[in-house]
């Protein structure tokens, strides 16, 4: 066992780059293709590259491992945007194109019209940052709703324990913001308005990627998908608790 471990510590010291900032984007190859961004020319002045690359990163990661079941579709979720703006995004990675944006709010807990403070405990009523697949339908409390799974440990992956889910509501609209300039929030679920939370789960349910990204280090640094340094040390050490 312990020579296996070794072996495998070998073989991911080669991968990685020497030196280089925590997120390490070099250790995917398709990072290193501009094209791959560059493809997705609807998005400029709409999402940041990296949060892009990001985002990227994780789909095909998850996609490697069998957990992506809807090949082609993946949601990005940027709360370095204010609620104000569009900061949902369902992306075609397959053709490079924008399927739908719109309005999503963030908890209760995580700000007020930024998101800043991010949990995967139940009962703070803050969002969580990471990867995630989209289960099942249901009709729930909130009508139509969509299951999320977190795919990270210690980060969100109580989201189900938590009833994190993709649902509409009536605080999540522009007249809201006309009213009280910004969205209203949630329990932690990325809340739609009533006109789009039925046309985005019906696009991305059954297992496709979501990110919800926020620029905050805590998260990077801890990501398996983000940081192989972290991963690393998984695979030496164990999970963390």
Known sequence: ???????????LMTA????????????YPFRKD????????????????????????????????????????????????????????????????VLYSALV????????????NFSNDPGSHQSSLGFYTTGDTYDGKHGYSLKLQGQEQGINDNAESRSIVIHGADYVSYDFIRKYGRLGRSQGCPALSFESFQNVIDLIKGGSCLFI????????????????????????SGPFS
């Open 105 to 116: 709010a963030h908890g209760s807990g995580s700000g007020d019209i930024f998101a800043e």
């Open 213 to 236: 990204y926020h620029p905050g280090r805590d998260y990077a640094t801890r990501s398996v998908f983000l940081n192989p340094d972290f991963a690393l040390r998984k695979v030496v």
């Open 16 to 27: 990685l780059p020497a030196e280089g900032n925590p997120l390490a984007y070099e250790m």
């Open 1 to 11: 066992m312990m020579r296996l471990i070794v072996m495998l510590f070998m073989m």
């Open 34 to 97: 501009n094209s791959a961004i560059s493809r997705f020319s609807e998005l400029t002045n709409r999402i940041n590259p990296k949060v892009l690359s990001m985002a990227l990163s994780g789909y095909y990661s998850l996609k490697a491992q069998g957990k992506v079941n809807r090949d082609g579709i993946l949601t990005v979720i940027d709360f370095n945007r204010p609620s104000v703006d569009e900061r949902l995004f369902v992306i075609d990675v397959n053709r490079g194109s």
